[in-house]
């Protein structure tokens, strides 16, 4: 199994241009997370998911946009990027029964 | 509010030395707290929960309800042990939704 898997691992925006990160995991986990890692701040949570379909608002969601169409997947989407978007972006998936988060290996975004 | 509080940034310690890692929480229901650790170059990874009260790589941490503490505790760091510790908190067991804390890199010197 390959776990959790983001793409891609480094990526250089321009303020004002869009992208999506993406995270796809293997392990048939209901449950989804994002969140991004600031020096200082620890992990914040930008979105969940606890099932296909189904999507709601973490702690700092502004400017970031998600879906759930599949089990597998969780794309998160900078709609403008901002240089306060600048950050390390963690996908996580989330075992059932144990609660057990399982991370992806990380995105660093770098807005300029 | 529900927060995680790990007040040092950096804790330096000698190979064979105590380790205790600080983590505060505050939250007004049943918490659910757990350490994360990520090792250089790998994946931020469960490393144990108040729940199981079992001991991983000889670390252990007690809920302490009456002190809102969990704080991580070995009693001979090894310098494998070096990484960065994150206290997290989950609200009534939904860990989609953990509270994480800001974090204490522990330098375990030879």
């Known amino acids: 199994n390959a776990g959790v898997t983001q793409t891609p691992k480094f990526q250089v925006l321009k303020t004002g241009q869009s992208m999506t990160l993406q995270c796809a995991q293997d392990?048939?986990?209901?449950?989804m997370s994002w969140y991004r890692q600031d020096p200082g701040m620890g992990l914040r949570l930008i979105h969940y998911?606890?099932?296909?379909?189904?999507?709601d608002q973490g702690e700092v969601p502004n400017g970031y946009n998600v879906s759930r169409s599949t089990t597998e997947d969780f794309p998160l989407r900078l709609l403008s990027a901002a240089p306060s978007q600048t950050s390390v972006y963690f996908c996580a998936s989330i075992k059932g029964g144990t609660g057990e988060l399982f991370f992806g290996e990380g995105s660093r975004l770098t807005v300029l | 509010a529900q927060r995680v509080t790990q007040p040092e940034k950096l804790l330096s310690v000698f190979k064979g030395a105590p380790v205790e890692l600080k983590c505060n929480y505050s939250y007004s229901g049943s918490p659910e707290l757990f350490w994360y650790v990520q090792y250089s170059r790998q994946r931020l990874q469960l490393l144990l929960r108040?729940?199981s009260r079992e001991s991983i790589k000889g670390f252990t941490a007690d809920l302490n309800k009456g002190e809102t503490s969990f704080h991580l505790k070995k009693p001979f760091a090894q310098e494998e042990d070096s990484a960065m510790y994150y206290c997290a908190l989950s609200k009534g067991g939904a860990t989609n939704k953990l509270i994480f804390g800001t974090g204490t890199l522990l330098a375990v010197q030879p």
């Open positions: 108040h729940i």
């Open positions: 998911s606890v099932g296909a379909g189904i999507t």
């Open positions: 392990m048939n986990h209901e449950y």
